[in-house]
């Protein structure tokens, strides 16, 4: 009937639209009335069990995904359910069903016939991916290293690959193989400069490195990614922007807080060159001059602070957010307790500089032995 179909179609338009409501009561016409052909009350209802999935209802979508493959287990399309049957249960917290669900899938693969041998195949690989998914949500990180790692052996397309790279060199990090991880993550920035998560696995793999000791890799990683990438940042420039500012002050202030001052006025001078933004680059300025002030670079110090205080008076007839106000005048402050440093320390150098007048020594006289004066002295007898 043409009507069914047409109620198939107006089912699945109102569950992309989020018309949940109407879009069962269509799916559910057809499933009550046996006039309908066979091959439209399975398409109803595989389409309500994707209706109760995209509606958050997973107990529900699960029950009608199970009736489907029992009715209907010579359906081609008996994968695809298994695979989003799959997928509720891993939304439902039921992650031995869901692995159990995803293994279904690869072996109703094996068995089925070569006419859609490609989209069969396809379902399989994807089957794989979600079992590494499923062992990686779990918090079985050692498992999902190694699902993750034998994807990247299959005939996947490049994004896939680099997923999978990306996500095996994530699950050693949680793991807390770190050296293995830092070689993943190596491999996949080699391999994937341009991928859409190769700013953060230089966040990754920055961090890391400065876990580990290895700070002068660390800084490196971080200077690439402020200042390196600008045709990756193009591609997604949010994305990059994010990755960018959390590395940077991240690396920076932990820099500083170990006492790699030089280390961490390179990240925060690359910083400010991010974004022109007053409400960003003012307090990286400030941070930089922090940086100066414990080189004893007192003369740049200064300059960053003056540059703070010029910026902020210049758009004083704006409104001036409540923080840089505070900035400046805490840019003040430090100029004037630079000031007083320096004098103090010119009038310390200057008083100890000065050479004392001369003073005659003491002569030290030896006492003069006197043969009387000692026995004069001397006790008589009781």
Not at 113 to 132: G, M, R
Not at 176 to 204: F, S, V
Not at 331 to 356: C, K, M, V, Y
């Amino acid at each position: 009937m043409k009507e069914g179909r047409g109620l198939i179609q107006l089912g699945q338009s109102l569950t992309e639209r989020g018309d949940f409501a109407a879009a069962e009561i269509a799916y559910r016409r057809i499933m009550n009335d046996r006039r309908y052909a066979k091959q439209e009350q399975r398409d109803a209802l595989l389409g309500l069990a994707r209706m109760y999935r995209a509606q958050g209802v997973f107990i529900k979508a699960a029950a009608v995904y199970e009736m489907f493959l029992k009715t209907h287990g010579d359906d081609p399309r008996v994968p695809d359910a298994l695979l989003e049957l799959g997928r509720t249960h891993r939304a439902m917290g039921a992650y031995k069903n869901a692995l159990n669900r995803f293994y279904n899938v690869i072996h109703s693969t094996l068995k089925l016939s070569s006419e859609s041998y490609e989209h069969y195949q396809l379902l399989a690989k994807t089957a794989q991916f979600e079992i590494a998914e499923t062992h990686y949500e779990t918090g079985n990180f050692a498992e999902a290293a190694k699902f993750f790692d034998r994807l990247r052996l299959l005939d996947l397309a490049p994004e896939d690959r680099a997923r999978a790279l990306f996500k095996a060199a994530g699950s050693l990090l949680n793991a807390g193989e770190l050296e293995q991880a830092i070689t993943k993550l190596n491999q996949y920035l080699e391999q994937w400069p341009g991928d859409a998560n190769a700013a953060e696995a230089r966040y990754l793999l920055a961090l890391t490195l400065r876990k580990i000791g290895r700070t002068e890799e660390a800084l490196g990683i971080t200077l690439t990614l402020l200042k390196d990438e600008h045709n990756n940042a193009a591609k997604d420039p949010q994305g990059w922007a994010y990755w960018q500012r959390r590395t940077g002050n991240q690396l920076a202030n932990e820099f500083f807080q170990n006492g790699d001052t030089l280390g961490a006025v390179a990240i925060y001078e690359s910083l400010a060159q991010l974004s022109p933004e007053n409400s960003w680059r003012l307090p990286i300025i400030y941070q930089t001059g922090l940086c100066y002030e414990r080189l004893r670079q007192t003369e740049r110090a200064t300059k960053a602070y003056r540059e703070i205080i010029q910026v902020v008076e210049s758009i004083a007839e704006k409104p001036v957010g409540g923080e840089l106000t505070e900035l400046a005048r805490m840019a003040a402050w430090r100029i004037g307790q630079l000031e007083w440093s320096g004098q103090t320390e010119r009038q310390l150098q200057q008083f100890f500089s000065a050479t004392p007048p001369a003073t005659p020594a003491t002569p030290i006289i030896a006492p003069v032995h006197d043969p009387d004066a000692s026995a004069a002295a001397a006790p008589g007898p009781l």
